[in-house]
């Protein structure tokens, strides 16, 4: 009589595959599936984060040249609806007197903020002195 036992090597490699197979099943599940919602409750470091990214974000626009831009659009609509009959008569003209002009406009901007630039030193070392004597006397 053969004594047949009870768990053979063919049986515990079914078991074993159907246990790995069961478990990569659900470590996919867990990778590919859908994440679990974000908690309700608000993080006060998120929220504050936020806050400042968006405050710097209002502040970067806020210090955006909105006014010169418009300038610089105006000037070049002027530029393109000028008559096209100057240009006939020579085509260098415009762009020299253009350019002229610009150089002109730009060396007068340049005068006007090394004046105020050269306004803002003297005040500020006048007020040092002040300062300084008003130390010495005390």
Same mark, same amino acid.
């Given at each position: 009589?053969?004594?047949?036992?009870?768990?053979?090597?063919?049986?515990?490699?079914?078991?074993?595959?159907?246990?790995?197979?069961?478990?990569?099943?659900? #470590? %996919? $599940?867990?990778?590919?599936?859908? /994440?679990?919602?974000?908690?309700?409750?608000?993080?006060? !470091?998120?929220?504050?984060?936020?806050?400042?990214?968006?405050?710097?974000? !209002?502040?970067?626009?806020?210090?955006?040249?909105?006014?010169?831009?418009?300038? %610089?659009?105006?000037?070049?609509?002027? $530029?393109?609806?000028?008559?096209?009959?100057?240009?006939?008569?020579?085509?260098? $003209?415009?762009?020299?007197?253009?350019?002229?002009?610009?150089?002109? $406009? #730009?060396?007068?901007?340049?005068?006007?903020?090394? /004046?105020?630039?050269?306004?803002?030193? !003297?005040?500020?070392?006048?007020?040092?002195?002040?300062?300084?004597?008003?130390?010495?006397?005390?």
């Amino acid at each position: 009589m053969e004594s047949r036992s009870r768990f053979s090597y063919k049986g515990a490699t079914v078991v074993m595959c159907s246990i790995n197979l069961f478990l990569s099943l659900l #470590l %996919l $599940r867990g990778f590919l599936g859908v /994440a679990p919602p974000p908690p309700l409750e608000a993080d006060p !470091e998120k929220a504050e984060v936020e806050k400042f990214i968006k405050e710097s974000e !209002e502040m970067r626009l806020a210090m955006e040249p909105v006014e010169l831009i418009n300038r %610089l659009r105006m000037l070049e609509q002027e $530029r393109n609806t000028e008559p096209e009959n100057l240009s006939q008569n020579d085509p260098g $003209r415009n762009s020299r007197t253009a350019a002229a002009d610009l150089s002109k $406009r #730009l060396h007068d901007l340049h005068t006007a903020n090394d /004046a105020n630039g050269h306004k803002a030193v !003297e005040e500020w070392l006048r007020r040092k002195i002040e300062r300084d004597r008003a130390r010495q006397q005390h």
